[in-house]
């Protein structure tokens, strides 16, 4: 357990209770639909190369797609970065999305494809994109026209796919979708790539409270399913509320492969294997998985539940991806059983904490960053962001089959996950809306950085404590090999949180943020992109955001102010050799002024009256001319002495504040000296790592040999040997219709065949006769069958059938 604490921060130890930092939490309701005036926060996504943004957009009624390249108008200069194609491109819904839309709300709008279509022809295609509700699933494949100098344009809806429409048609009415994740791809961060339109789905059936995870394989358009897994629930906290694939660096295969699936109540389960046929693997990562499992056996009593469990998954994986010598990438196969055993749900891998507030839920689930180890983030709906670590090792996959016994064993010998960090997002009070949701969009350029969506606030979080503790994990099993002087600087842990945007302070309560993505294109930028619900966006800077809430302490707002109330106290207290002039002055012509009227040898009893009245007014004048002004001096300069006092108290703090400042500057200029050495030093080894990818790609480029280009000409003949041969088919197919027609009009006359025929005609005849009786009874029981089938799921079939 690591926790730290900071002003204006949000970390807190496992068991502690978090720091408010300045922005309220959210609530969303995976499980179902947004209702009751709540609005999805995903209903925008972005493309594969992240150069356009895809939203959801509805008005009077009427849905539509609208796809916008970045950068948006008017957010850059620079015209080399400007959209090479349209800018806008609005696609209108047909009937049949129109009519799902109008009967659920839109949950979510998901990119579903493994590359941008290039616009460089005239007839173009956007990537696949999959709008779902909580009983409709479609997949959209979308074309548009280029007109030279539009900068709008109008899609069409090419084709319309519902890949889990078997599924759904043939589940209860009251099962929902809970979410749905596209497979795991390279582009977002995963080391696996998926076919196109591969994608994950939990449902849940309120009937008979089972969840199921169904799998939809883009390579042949078939679906299997996952996990089928069921409980009494007794609280909708028990329900599961969303899912996500993980991530790590170690036994990448295994991670995302693996499944985690997150309860209202906080706890973490997960499930796997969730392979695609289809996929694409590295060598490298099969075969470091494949090594783990065969070490974890050797190092396992025989017979075992764990050596069961590691042998039936060493057997599966192998037989998922069949060896190819010089292959350095497998594909998994479409026929092996991996494909149809059910996985086994283990967990709880993490058991949420409990809280006072009956009403508080975890919503929304992430991977996150966590080198070796397996990272995820959690959001709660009273606006709590909490990370946390899993060991990958633990993600070696169990199967429906095993027996009781065995996973009575298993469970025991489970190896949990534990919380590391805790954000709060909540204001100062500590209060948030429940009526908002709550989505979690990971950087695609910083992974240690996430933000945290809400209806009217984004907020984004960083933290290398996840990181720590793997480095730290990692240093205790290699022993301490490395001696003290090799070892590197540990880094400092450090969380913050910042605000990206709040549409209150600009926009109104009314209008709400209904989704957001992050750039991951390093042309562009690092900028958000969020979509309100007036179909508005909205463009946000993150590196000037978070630049800005590292540099609060110069903020010139409250430095100026100060300093322009210090200024104004000197500015109104007058100048001390002002004040001390004058009476100074005073002082002098006073003891310009004084004569001796009577000596030192003068008796007093020889004075006379006219020296006794001369000498009272001499002590007069003195008293008032020079003991009085020089008295007014005094007052002065104690005055000033303690205002310089304070002053000086004043300027030794700025001074040691400074002195922080600088010495903070000089660390950080120190930090920056080193990273900047090992930018020079990886530079060369970079730039020469470059230049034989080049010319790797070079070489690779593809080139038609002599034997390729006659193929592909015997390819063109074979192509119009086939429209010929369509044509004749064609032809035959109307000839044979017509001689069939002419045999049944022969057959009405009169035949005149020898005998022996005539025997055998009949012989032919009897035998079909009893053919078909036969026939019809089958087609009797047949139909008695579909009748009590008809009648068990009551229904009512057609008299005339």
């Not at 849940?204 to 169904?214: A, G, I, L, N, Q």
């Not at 507030?357 to 080198?371: Q, V, W």
Request: proline fraction near 5%; hydrophobic fraction near 40%; glycine fraction near 6%.
């Amino acid at each position: 357990q690591i926790g730290f604490a900071f002003n204006h921060s949000t970390m807190s130890s496992f068991m502690g209770s978090p720091m408010p930092f300045g922005s309220p939490g959210r609530e969303i309701y995976s499980e179902n639909a947004p209702a009751n005036g709540k609005s999805s926060l995903r209903l925008s996504c972005l493309s594969p190369d992240g150069r356009s943004v895809h939203s959801l957009s509805i008005e009077r009624g009427q849905g539509f797609i609208e796809t916008r390249s970045l950068p948006l108008d008017g957010t850059v200069e620079d015209n080399d970065v400007s959209p090479s194609g349209p800018s806008l491109i609005r696609t209108k819904f047909p009937e049949q999305v129109s009519a799902a839309l109008a009967r659920y709300p839109a949950i979510a709008l998901l990119c579903v494809d493994v590359e941008s279509n290039p616009t460089s022809s005239a007839q173009q295609s956007l990537p696949k994109l999959c709008l779902y509700t909580q009983r409709d699933v479609f997949v959209l494949e979308i074309g548009y026209q280029i007109t030279p100098g539009v900068s709008q344009a109008h899609g069409t809806i090419v084709k319309i796919t519902e890949p889990f429409e078997g599924v759904l048609f043939g589940s209860s009415p009251r099962t929902r979708i809970v979410c749905i994740r596209q497979a795991p791809q390279r582009h977002n961060g995963f080391a696996i790539m998926c076919p196109p339109k591969s994608m994950a789905m939990m449902m849940f059936d309120p009937e008979s409270s089972e969840t199921s995870v169904v799998l939809y394989h883009g390579t042949n358009d078939t679906t299997t399913t996952a996990l089928a897994y069921g409980q009494e629930l007794y609280d909708k906290k028990e329900h599961f509320t969303d899912f996500c694939f993980c991530q790590s660096s170690a036994l990448s295969l295994l991670s995302n492969t693996s499944i985690m699936m997150l309860k209202g109540t906080g706890d973490i389960y997960f499930t796997g294997p969730a392979l695609f046929r289809g996929s694409v693997v590295p060598r490298a990562l099969l075969d470091t998985s494949l090594e783990y499992l065969k070490n974890e056996i050797q190092q396992t009593e025989p017979n075992t539940p764990k050596w069961r469990q590691t042998r039936l998954a060493l057997e599966n994986l192998a037989n998922a991806f069949p060896s190819a010598p010089k292959a350095q990438f497998l594909t998994a196969q479409a026929q092996s059983p991996i494909f149809e055993v059910q996985a086994q749900l283990q967990g709880p891998v993490l058991i949420g904490e409990e809280s006072d507030d009956l009403e508080s839920m975890a919503k929304c689930i992430e991977s996150f960053a966590a080198g070796n180890l397996v990272g995820f983030a959690i959001g709660h709906s009273e606006g709590i962001v909490e990370f946390g670590v899993l060991v990958p090792s633990t993600l070696v996959p169990r199967f429906a089959l095993e027996s009781y016994k065995d996973m009575e064993v298993l469970d025991d010998e489970f190896i949990g996950g534990t919380i590391i960090t805790r954000v709060d997002l909540r204001d100062e009070e500590g209060d948030f809306d429940p009526t908002s949701s709550m989505n979690l969009v990971k950087d695609p350029l910083i992974d240690s950085v996430l933000h945290c969506v809400t209806g009217t606030q984004i907020t984004s979080v960083s933290t290398n404590t996840l990181k720590i503790v793997a480095k730290e994990l990692n240093d205790q099993v290699d022993g301490g090999m490395m001696s003290p002087g090799l070892k590197p600087k540990a880094a400092q842990p450090n969380t913050t949180a910042w605000p990206c945007l709040d549409v209150t302070s600009t926009e109104g309560n009314s209008n709400r943020v209904v989704g957001a993505v992050v750039s991951g294109d390093v042309q562009l930028g690092h900028v958000l992109i969020a979509r309100l619900s007036n179909n508005s966006m909205v463009a946000v800077n993150l590196t000037e955001a978070r630049l800005l809430k590292e540099m609060d302490i110069f903020d010139q707002n409250e430095v100026g102010s100060a300093v322009d109330a210090r200024v104004e106290e000197l500015r109104n207290v007058a100048p001390l050799h002002e004040i001390v002039e004058p009476l100074a002055e005073q002082v002098v012509q006073g003891l310009g002024g004084l004569t001796k009227v009577v000596g030192s040898a003068t008796p007093v009893a020889a004075a006379t009256p006219d020296q006794l009245a001369a000498a009272v007014a001499i002590k007069q004048s003195c008293d008032q001319k020079i003991y009085l002004p020089l008295l007014e001096i005094s007052e002065h300069l104690k005055s000033r002495k303690a205002i310089l006092s304070v002053m000086y108290k004043n300027q030794m703090l700025q001074v040691d504040a400074l002195q922080k400042m600088i010495s903070k500057l000089k660390e950080r200029e120190a930090i920056i000296k080193e990273m900047t050495e090992v930018a020079k030093a990886n530079s060369t080894s970079l730039s020469q790592r470059s230049a034989a990818i080049l010319q790797s790609s070079n070489d690779l480029m593809p080139k038609l040999t002599q034997a390729e280009f006659d193929y592909f000409q015997e390819l063109r003949k074979l192509e119009e040997k086939t429209r010929k041969w369509k044509t004749e088919f064609e032809g035959v197919n109307s000839r044979v219709d017509r001689l069939q027609q002419t045999v049944y009009d022969d057959t009405m006359q009169t035949l005149d065949a020898h005998p022996e025929q005539r025997v055998m005609l009949s012989q032919l005849q009897g035998t079909c006769t009893s053919l078909l009786d036969i026939f019809e009874d089958k087609l009797d029981d047949a139909e008695m069958k579909t009748d009590e089938l008809a009648e068990a799921a009551g229904m009512e079939r057609d008299s005339e059938m």
